[in-house]
């Protein structure tokens, strides 16, 4: 079993290199429910991180990585972990080489300009509660990847399909002209989604909490969640869940 105990040494600059978002070609995946999760979802690692505690209360779940566990102190763990406390474990793993189109069979969801690394990940656990085909992002969004939105999807965007949209209104002029229905989000405006009825397939338009969704995108029909009190908007990731489950069909 390989011990590193320098700061220094290369494998825990490159991991340190990784947390700070300048290696796009792996992400990181740390804790061991998100280990798990990362294992049972298929996720390709490179190589993991542990502390000794970890490696004797997990043996089980780390043969199953079949890798060499890098042995850390705890100090060095900290050194190369995004959490206050973290919890002895740290794994490389490789992202997706592609993000090939996913065929739109009854909904999806696309994010536009959401920033916020706890919405990202909330909004990725909801779309797969929901049964979403797969979800879009434009190009300014939050990196999926990045280790807080991995956290929040408590492991969904290992498993829910997606897509970085570089070119918005042209890719949903496509989808229109392919016969999508174009929904979008509004807080105030739109027709009552309590009410509304779905037509499919279906492609859910949701903005950032700040920004809202732009004017100029060809939306079909917009929907706006009816609000009592002074509540002017929701947060980006409850107005999500609320929209991907109009879509979900009863039974």
């Keep these: 079993m390989r011990k590193i105990e320098s700061g220094e040494n290369p494998r825990i600059k490159r991991v340190q290199k990784i947390l700070?978002?300048?290696?796009?070609?792996?992400?990181l995946i740390e804790g061991r429910k998100l280990l798990e999760e990362a294992i049972d979802s298929g996720v390709a690692f490179e190589?993991?991180?542990?502390?000794?505690?970890?490696?004797?209360?997990?043996?089980?779940?780390?043969?199953?990585?079949?890798?060499?566990?890098?042995?850390?102190?705890?100090?060095?763990m900290k050194v190369i972990s995004d959490v206050?406390?973290?919890?002895?474990?740290?794994?490389?793993?490789?992202?997706?080489?592609?993000?090939?189109?996913?065929p739109l069979a009854?909904?999806?969801?696309?994010?536009?300009?959401?920033?916020d690394p706890g919405n990202m990940g909330t909004i990725f656990r909801s779309a797969e509660a929901a049964g979403c085909d797969f979800l879009a992002l434009t190009s300014d969004c939050v990196d999926p990847y990045q280790p807080k939105v991995?956290?929040?999807?408590?492991?969904?965007?290992?498993?829910?399909?997606?897509?970085?949209?570089?070119?918005?209104?042209?890719?949903?002029?496509?989808?229109k002209m392919a016969g999508i229905h174009i929904y979008g989000m509004?807080?105030?405006?739109?027709?009552?989604l309590l009410k509304a009825k779905?037509?499919?397939?279906a492609l859910l338009l949701i903005g950032s909490e700040n920004e809202g969704l732009?004017?100029?995108?060809?939306?079909e029909i917009r929907l706006s969640i009816p609000m009592r009190g002074r509540v002017e908007s929701m947060n980006a990731a409850m107005a999500a869940a609320i929209g991907f489950y109009f879509f979900v069909s009863p039974g």
Excluded: C, W
């Design 20 to 27: 700070r978002g300048r290696e796009k070609t792996r992400f």
């Design 47 to 76: 190589e993991v991180f542990a502390t000794s505690e970890f490696q004797k209360r997990e043996a089980g779940l780390l043969k199953r990585l079949d890798l060499e566990v890098v042995e850390v102190s705890p100090s060095l």
């Design 84 to 102: 206050e406390t973290p919890q002895g474990v740290v794994a490389v793993a490789l992202r997706p080489s592609s993000s090939e189109p996913v």
């Design 106 to 115: 009854h909904h999806a969801g696309f994010l536009f300009s959401i920033r």
């Design 150 to 175: 991995v956290r929040a999807s408590m492991g969904s965007v290992f498993r829910v399909p997606f897509i970085v949209v570089s070119d918005p209104i042209s890719y949903l002029q496509k989808s």
């Design 186 to 192: 509004f807080p105030k405006g739109g027709q009552n």
């Design 198 to 201: 779905p037509l499919y397939p």
């Design 214 to 219: 732009p004017e100029d995108l060809p939306v």
